[in-house]
């Protein structure tokens, strides 16, 4: 570390990591209208709109009622996470998980090529296929994939165990609006609980602040 020097400091801005995360969580809850969520899930909403860096967030979230009751009562006994992405598996925090929960992404599995081309739709679908015998009870997370979204609920559709929570918030242009609607309404169908934002919105840093949120009550 010899050598090293801080640069001239010519900008005034807040550089403590402690005290930017209090105020980033104060602004938000002074600008976010969060109000027509469940109670308990005020601290998911804060962190999905700290991941995002909009609270207007709060608008488009569709929460279930029981949501943060089952993903983490699931996590407390020890439940894996199944993400649709690296990326979403990367952002969770270790320290936060309750029972050194399994944060598995099962994208690079060297079976999923072949089922991409064999079922001809994309690997993060192909790979969802693969969360089966880990399905039952874990808490689902996708925030990459709209086809993976819609591929899960296929599969809970023919009978795959059930997850105890989804965290279902694909990004993009192509079907993520429609594969969080189909979620919406196969949840609240059948009592699953879940959490997505309506629209293109999503993506795995939201994904991931979400999981976080869920992992344990501490802020």
């Known amino acids: ?18 005290a930017i995360y209090v105020d980033s969580f104060a602004a938000i809850r002074r600008e976010a209208n969060l109000a027509g969520l469940p109670a308990d899930a005020e601290k998911l909403a804060v962190r999905m709109i700290h991941g995002s860096g909009q609270v207007d967030l709060a608008d488009d979230l569709v929460v279930h009622p029981r949501l943060v009751g089952a993903a983490r009562g699931a996590l407390e006994t020890g439940a894996p996470i199944l993400c649709d992405a690296t990326m979403v598996a990367t952002g969770v925090t270790r320290a936060r998980l309750p029972k050194d929960n399994r944060v598995l992404c099962l994208l690079g599995d060297p079976r999923v090529p072949e089922l991409s081309r064999r079922w001809g ?33 296929e599969m809970l559709h023919d009978g795959a165990p059930r997850p105890a929570a989804v965290v279902g918030c694909p990004v993009g242009f192509i079907g ?44």
């Open 121 to 153: 739709t994309t690997r993060t679908a192909a790979a969802v296929s693969l969360w089966e015998p880990y399905l039952d009870g874990a808490v689902v997370a996708i925030g990459n994939a709209p086809t993976a979204l819609f591929h899960l609920l």
């Open 1 to 18: 570390m010899s050598g090293l020097r801080r640069p001239t400091r010519r900008y005034s801005y807040v550089d403590s990591g402690p």
């Open 176 to 219: 993520a609006a429609e594969s969080k609607q189909a979620l919406v309404d196969f949840a609240d169908g059948t009592g699953l609980p879940y959490v997505t934002v309506r629209g293109r919105r999503g993506g795995s840093a939201m994904t991931s602040s979400a999981l976080n949120a869920l992992a344990q009550e501490k802020e």
